[in-house]
């Protein structure tokens, strides 16, 4: 009765502030919108204060604010990778080719884009980006380290050529030029070259897209950015519906939160739960929203390094304990997916995924085949219902985490150790700081470690497969015969077939062996109110990942329509 009357409450209190107009709800949490509230999008980010105010240069310490929309819509990019439909946009370029050994690589930019101020965008630009990052080792982010580990020099021979040449083979260089959550800055020279890039602040930034940073608010935590009529791509593409694009602190309230959200001061809003959302959708049907994954799936490492997980066998029969399915629709919340093999489901990296291997290795739970796996390693119930092996060394294991009780990477741990108990398999869970669990799994210090899976973002072999530097590495994870695929792999074009024979193998190795064991796809929810503005990424409708924060957003901008 208490809830109902709250929330009946709460919703005389919305329909007041939206009989207001022009005065929403926004104005209690210290935010009121200088610019109209029906022309404006408004996309809360985050809830971490922000901090950076007046500097847009993500290549020095401090230098940029992310969640302050220059990655994500005050810049462009010269491809972006919808994960949605598995295609890569060209945007600023229109492609790119090597020559027969992969040690260079020729960009064609698009002809006619201008920066913001009228001068041209071209291959002079590209030229001064990367000479600069060569030349000052000091400069990193916005891929410039990746940039300066691969290339030797760069040239142009005519304003819409760039050619890269590479310090080696190097079939996957242009992934370097394809955006996902951030991507290549490519500074304007003629405004850059007569400043210092370790110092310079970019502020206002500018750039080629279509919005330019307008006004940068302290006191209300955002940053505003103003549709530029005279954008270059509008004959082509059509000016994106909103004329003003607001990114914002969420609430430090989550309370407050769903209010400003519910009420229609915001957009897209960030602190909205699974729960509070759908208490939402039986207010209105503007309350919409979208559950996609992230890239990384969560994931409970073993240390390969330490014995009983050097045994193969013992790594099976753990994984087959696993409860995926009630991690999936009870723990993580909104509902997910299983992760039943070790990176997302996107359609852009399906490719790399086999249906005879994952049919060959099902990693569903199956208690009565780990316990028989178990057995046949020679770990037997005794007598105090624990597992030992034939010398006396009991399955009694710590999990380690670096979220706090009750987190869903603790519940996590926690339900494995339920199911494992059942079956003669000690197991507690320790929950650690970040630095502390860190360094336990970078020193081979741990038994397992609940953590999460990365490095599946446009093909595995860019960091997943990398037993040196991926995430495998967190694992200590020794196979000759996947250090042999992804060589094969990494020597050619992804999408060549020695590449492809190369990611069977790979993916072979790593469901047959488990080094680690993916759990659950990590979906997220994104809440938007549909009160302003229609046509958002959602489950019925994703044409892009619908994630704010990420470049590719740039992309779902251009699709949104009006709603009045």
């Not at 884009?113 to 030349?135: H, M, P, R, S």
């Amino acid at each position: 009765m208490l809830l109902s009357n709250r929330f009946a409450i709460l919703s005389t209190l919305v329909l007041f502030i939206v009989a207001l107009g022009a005065q929403p709800i926004a104005a209690q949490d210290g935010f009121d919108l200088p610019v109209p509230r029906e022309a404006t999008l408004v996309i809360e980010d985050t809830a971490t204060p922000i901090s950076i105010f007046d500097s847009f240069n993500p290549r020095i310490p401090s230098g940029n604010w992310n969640p302050n929309g220059y990655r994500q819509i005050g810049q462009e990019y010269l491809f972006y990778a919808n994960f949605a439909t598995g295609e890569i946009v060209p945007w600023l370029a229109t492609g790119y080719a090597y020559n027969d050994d992969f040690t260079e690589m020729t960009l064609t930019l698009r002809d006619g884009v201008t920066w913001n101020d009228g001068e041209a965008f071209n291959a002079d630009d590209i030229l001064y980006t990367v000479n600069t990052i060569l030349e000052l080792e000091a400069l990193s982010g916005a891929r410039a380290n990746q940039i300066r580990s691969a290339t030797t020099s760069v040239s142009a021979p005519d304003d819409l050529t760039v050619v890269f040449t590479l310090n080696s083979p190097t079939p996957r260089f242009h992934y370097e030029l394809i955006t996902i959550v951030d991507g290549f800055t490519i500074w304007p020279e003629h405004v850059w070259v007569n400043e210092d890039p370790l110092t310079f602040q970019n502020n206002p930034p500018l750039s080629t897209a279509p919005y330019v940073l307008t006004d940068a608010l302290t006191e209300q935590r955002a940053f505003i950015w103003e549709r530029n009529d005279a954008w270059w791509g509008a004959a082509e593409f059509g000016l994106p519906a909103p004329q003003y694009v607001v990114y914002r602190n969420s609430s430090d309230s989550v309370d407050v939160g769903f209010e400003l959200y519910l009420s229609g001061a915001v957009d897209r809003a960030n602190s909205v739960n699974w729960q509070q959302m759908q208490i939402a959708q039986q207010q209105g049907d503007q309350y919409t929203y979208t559950i996609d994954v992230d890239p990384c799936p969560r994931n409970v490492y073993f240390n390969n390094a330490r014995y009983p997980f050097t045994i193969t066998e013992v790594r099976q029969a753990i994984n087959l304990i696993m409860p995926r399915d009630l991690v999936a629709n009870v723990i993580w919340q909104p509902p997910s997916e299983p992760a039943l093999h070790p990176w997302n489901n996107w359609e852009l990296t399906a490719q790399y995924l086999f249906d005879d291997i994952l049919a060959e290795y099902d990693w569903s739970q199956n208690l009565d085949r780990a316990a028989e796996l178990l057995d046949e390693a020679g770990f037997t119930v005794g007598d105090d219902g624990i597992r030992a092996d034939a010398d006396g060394n009991n399955m009694s294991f710590q999990i380690i985490t670096n979220r706090p009780v009750g987190h869903e990477q603790y519940q996590i741990a926690q339900a494995l150790a339920d199911e494992a108990a059942n079956l003669g398999i000690n197991m507690t869970v320790r929950s650690l700081n970040s630095g502390a669990f860190w360094d336990l799994v970078g020193d081979a210090d741990y038994d397992m470690a609940s953590a999460w899976l990365c490095g599946a973002f446009l093909d595995p072999a860019a960091g997943l497969y990398d037993l040196d530097n991926g995430d495998l590495a967190n694992a200590h994870f020794e196979s000759e015969e996947l250090r042999a695929a992804q060589a094969q792999i990494t020597a050619n074009l992804p999408d060549s077939e020695a590449a492809m024979e190369g990611y069977r193998q790979a993916l072979t190795v790593l469901m047959r062996e488990v080094p680690t064991m993916p759990v659950v796809q990590t979906a997220q929810l994104m809440a938007w109110n549909e009160t302003y503005w229609t046509n958002f990424p959602t489950d019925d409708n994703l044409y892009v990942q619908p994630f704010t924060w990420w470049g590719t957003f740039y992309l779902a901008l251009q699709e949104l329509e009006a709603a009045q």
